[in-house]
């Protein structure tokens, strides 16, 4: 089991509990992380070594524990986040002990799913990716720094980080990047799953449709006008469709290539990974084996 120990959820009686849990069936070894990319050095390490891995942590702890085994053995994910995206969205109870009870009698009874990741510049993810507008966010409130014990900024500071890009922006978005194949747009926004992501309770879609079986989704907002921001905004979380006069969109992808008018923030799971200038995104499908 890999462990942050600085995510919001993970508490000592907690990891305590899931230990226990998990203890009942299955000899664990715990291993913490210590620093940003250690979980998969973790990962890597315990490849050949035991009979799966299970990451108590946040969306970034996951996708660093992923890009170092995937396809080696099966994972399962427990909520110790402050959003815990991905397990959420693979039906995983948000309670992390009756999560661990949940992927101890899968491995038991070798319940196990398949389901495909995205990858955009040879790094994986396994729910989303963005270039742009959710990528500055996820910049900018990674600046914010940490709390005394750790902890990430919450829900409260992404959504107003993302009013304060758009107030910033008066609402005006031009068209910064191109779509190879489809047409040029402000931002884009990919996905491997639904929901794209969490707010809290709530469920922002951004696709129809799509899951966790198929190719990729992206949703990408030809550009932002202060007319049309609302509406486009309730338009892409409550689940946008196919491409019109205002977005482009498509799914079941196996590959999209986005080029940029100038060097623009990619963000993938939540991680911040840098300006690009060019992003590759191909669906790597049947790639990873998930306890659920």
Request: glycine residues 10%.
């Amino acid at each position: 089991m890999i462990v942050n120990p600085y995510s919001t959820g993970v508490t000592l009686d907690r990891l305590a509990a899931v230990q226990a849990v998990l203890g009942e069936a299955f000899e664990v070894e715990t291993r913490q992380t210590e620093e940003r990319g250690h979980a998969t050095e973790l990962a890597r390490e315990a490849v050949g070594t035991a009979d799966a891995i299970v990451v108590f942590s946040g969306d970034g702890t996951y996708n660093e524990a992923v890009n170092g085994a995937c396809g080696e053995m099966p994972f399962g994910f427990l909520p110790g986040g402050g959003a815990s995206v991905l397990p959420r969205a693979l039906g995983v109870s948000r309670d992390p002990v009756r999560a661990a009870a949940q992927v101890r009698d899968a491995l038991a009874n070798r319940r196990i799913r398949t389901i495909s990741l995205g990858c955009v510049n040879g790094r994986r993810f396994t729910f989303s990716a963005g270039i742009g507008f959710d990528a500055e966010a996820v910049r900018r409130v990674d600046r914010k720094g940490r709390t005394v014990d750790g902890a990430r900024a919450g829900n409260s500071a992404f959504v107003t980080t993302i009013i304060a890009i758009l107030l910033e922006s008066r609402l005006r978005i031009e068209p910064q990047l191109e779509l190879e194949g489809f047409g040029r747009a402000a931002f884009v926004f990919v996905a491997n799953g639904r929901p794209y992501t969490f707010m809290g309770p709530l469920a922002l879609q951004l696709t129809s449709s799509g899951d966790f079986a198929g190719g990729l989704d992206f949703v990408a907002p030809r550009r932002v006008l202060p007319r049309t921001a609302l509406r486009m905004t309730f338009r892409i979380f409550r689940g946008a469709g196919e491409s019109d006069a205002d977005l482009l969109a498509a799914h079941d992808l196996d590959s999209l290539t986005v080029r940029c008018d100038r060097p623009l923030p990619l963000q993938v799971d939540g991680e911040d990974l840098g300006d690009v200038a060019e992003a590759t995104f191909h669906a790597e499908r049947d790639a990873l084996e998930v306890l659920v």
